[in-house]
């Protein structure tokens, strides 16, 4: 069963705090995103990555940065958060293009910046 | 087990031509979003309901919280129709429940 964790499910940060968002996928896809999901926008594509080492920039890329340190783990990382960053992030992962663009998604992470 | 059921995984249709995606839910759902995911990886947001039927264009969809499913169907379709369709469902308070997504191709 394809399988995409994401740690922490919830947090709370100050303006200004740092804040890693981590997402560890075990289907051996070689596709990683972050999207940020607020009302009225559906999901956003932040950041996104086809293999280790390799960074793609999203849709909404400014304030975050990503780090894909393996097949497995792709991270979000904001590192002066602001309360519009307050969001509901989801990661996913997908096989290569041209095999199958089904996406899976991790449950969700809450962030609260106050 | 799964919340959100979504067939088929894959479709294959003819320039002209209809067919409809469904999404059942396991419980009751507050609403649904439709997405289509572009060969970037953005996903588009198609639709939301919290109940009935919503058009645009040659797309329509239909939720039924009560009986718990959704519906998308396609009528006409082009070839700018192919791609990765997801339904996603609310349930009230927690996060969207995602399906796992139908691959829609369109031939000439």
């Known amino acids: 069963e394809a399988a995409v964790t994401q740690s922490p499910r919830n947090k709370v940060t100050v303006t200004g705090g740092n804040v890693t968002l981590s997402c560890r996928q075990t289907n051996s896809h070689n596709y990683m995103y972050w999207y940020r999901q607020d009302t009225g926008h559906g999901l956003r594509l932040i950041h996104y990555s086809y293999g280790a080492g390799n960074l793609q920039i999203g849709d909404v890329p400014d304030g975050y940065k990503a780090t894909r340190t393996t097949q497995e783990d792709f991270f979000l990382l904001l590192e002066l958060a602001s309360p519009s960053q307050t969001s509901l992030y989801f990661c996913?992962?997908?096989?290569?293009?041209?095999?199958?663009?089904?996406?899976?998604f991790g449950h969700g992470t809450k962030l609260s910046v106050l | 087990g799964d919340q959100v059921e979504q067939s088929p995984s894959a479709l294959s249709l003819h320039e002209g031509t209809g067919s409809a995606l469904r999404c059942n839910f396991t419980?009751?759902?507050?609403?649904v979003q439709w997405f289509r995911k572009n060969s970037r990886g953005s996903l588009i947001n198609l639709f939301y309901l919290a109940s009935g039927t919503k058009e645009n264009g040659r797309l329509k969809s239909a939720f039924d919280s009560k009986e718990r499913y959704s519906t998308l169907h396609i009528r006409d379709a082009q070839l700018e129709d192919s791609g990765t369709y997801f339904c996603a469902a609310h349930q009230g308070g927690r996060a969207l429940i995602f399906g796992t997504g139908t691959t829609v191709s369109v031939s000439p």
């Open positions: 419980t009751t759902m507050r609403a």
């Open positions: 996913a992962s997908s096989p290569p293009d041209g095999s199958n663009e089904r996406l899976f």
